[in-house]
Nanobody, 124 residues
Framework: QVQLAESGGGFVQVGDSLRLSCAAS????????MGWFRQPPGAQREFVAA????????IYANSVKGRFTISRDNIKNTLDLQMNDLKPDDTAVYYCASRTGDVASDLDGEYIWWGQGTRVTVSS
C-alpha cells in the first residue's frame, strides 16, 4: 500500500505560479512511476504530467508543456509539480498518483494509488 497526500493548492491570479507537492508513505521502497492528473469543474479527470523511476523520463500533456515541471525526490519520497504562467483553464482539483512499474504513463488506469486531491483556482 502507498498513501499519497497532496498540498500546495490555492487561489491565484492569471500568470501566477504555484508549486504542488505530494508526500508518499507506505511501501515507497518499491520503484514506481508517478504522475499528476487533474479534474476541472464539471469535466473528466485528465492527465497532466508523469515521471519515471528514478526520474530520467518525464511526459506532459500538450496543454501544460513548457509551463509545468514535474520532479521527484526519491530520498524524501515526494513528488512536485511546478506550475508557471497559470491560466483559468488550469483550474481543477489536482491529484497525485502512483503506479506499479517504473515507467511514466499518461493512462490513469495504470495508476493504483491516488491522493485526495488539492484544489487550484486560477482567477482572471
Amino acid at each position: 500500500q502507498v498513501q499519497l497526500a497532496e498540498s500546495g493548492g490555492g487561489f491565484v491570479q492569471v500568470g501566477d505560479s504555484l508549486r504542488l507537492s505530494c508526500a508518499a508513505s507506505g511501501r515507497t521502497s518499491v520503484n514506481r512511476g508517478m504522475g499528476w492528473f487533474r479534474q476541472p469543474p464539471g469535466a473528466q479527470r485528465e492527465f497532466v504530467a508523469a515521471i519515471s523511476w528514478p526520474g530520467r523520463r518525464t511526459i506532459y500533456a500538450n496543454s501544460v508543456k513548457g509551463r509545468f515541471t514535474i520532479s521527484r525526490d526519491n530520498i524524501k519520497n515526494t513528488l512536485d509539480l511546478q506550475m508557471n504562467d497559470l491560466k483559468p483553464d488550469d483550474t481543477a482539483v489536482y491529484y497525485c498518483a502512483s503506479r506499479t512499474g517504473d515507467v511514466a504513463s499518461d493512462l490513469d488506469g495504470e495508476y493504483i494509488w491516488w491522493g485526495q486531491g488539492t484544489r487550484v483556482t486560477v482567477s482572471s
